[in-house]
Antibody, heavy 120, light 107 residues
């Protein structure tokens, strides 16, 4: 069974930093693109970042480009999101997600999410 | 950035009815379009990808169609568990974007 478990969410002041982690199990981690998708309270999902199987390709949404960095450790079956210069508008539930199949950037598996609140 | 626009924002229907949800892209996305269902307190659930292919374990009452800029999600004979929010998402290029959602309510 595919499992994605996020951690690291917290209350942080604007301008601060946070590192999110996602522990993956139940599938061959090295075969799949992985992503972070966030959802602000009462809003729709927003794609944040995407990383390919070996970490050599990374993509970011415009709202986080230059502030967030995605990475993965295939030896630990883990995905990360380093979040710097946090803004109030980054407040959201952050999901770790796995692409559904080997190809196509849509998500068939999601974690339960970890809450990030940027507020003074 | 491709803007995805869903309509209507809210629909009120009764169990057993048939419903069609719309999603429009600001430029062509080919068939690189997915649909998700989301219930309160849960992560989105993939329903359709490639505009018309049902994901694993998705009931046959869900169907998708369209290409280019116009897409629809049809649910035949609504069940009580289908009342939720539905999102479309393109994956034609970067950045990937979602629509703002259509809420399906029980009448």
């Amino acid at each position: 069974e595919v499992q994605l478990v996020e951690s690291g969410g917290a209350l942080v002041q604007p301008g601060g930093s946070l590192r999110l982690s996602c522990a993956a199990s139940g599938f061959t981690f090295t075969r799949y693109w992985m992503s972070w998708v966030r959802q602000a309270p009462g809003k729709g999902p927003e794609w944040v970042s995407h990383i390919n199987e070996d970490g050599s390709e990374k993509y970011y949404g415009d709202s986080v480009k230059g502030r967030f960095a995605i990475s993965r450790d295939n030896a630990k079956n883990s995905l990360y999101l380093q979040m710097n210069s946090l803004r109030v508008e980054d407040t959201a539930l952050y999901y770790c997600a796995r692409v559904a199949y080997g190809g196509g950037h849509f998500w068939g598996y999601w974690g339960q999410g970890t809450l990030v609140t940027a507020s003074s | 950035e491709i803007v995805m626009t869903q309509s209507p924002a809210t629909l009120s229907l009764s169990p057993g009815e048939r419903v069609t949800l719309s999603c429009r892209a600001s430029q062509s996305v080919g068939i690189y379009l997915a649909w998700y269902q989301q219930k309160p307190g849960q992560a989105p659930r993939l329903l359709i990808y490639g505009a018309s292919t049902r994901a694993t374990d998705i009931p046959a009452r869900f169907s998708g169609s369209g290409s280019g800029t116009e897409f629809t999600l049809t649910i035949n004979s609504l069940q009580s568990e289908d009342f939720a929010v539905y999102y479309c998402q393109h994956y034609n290029n970067w950045p990937i974007t979602f629509g703002q959602g259509t809420r399906l309510e029980i009448k």
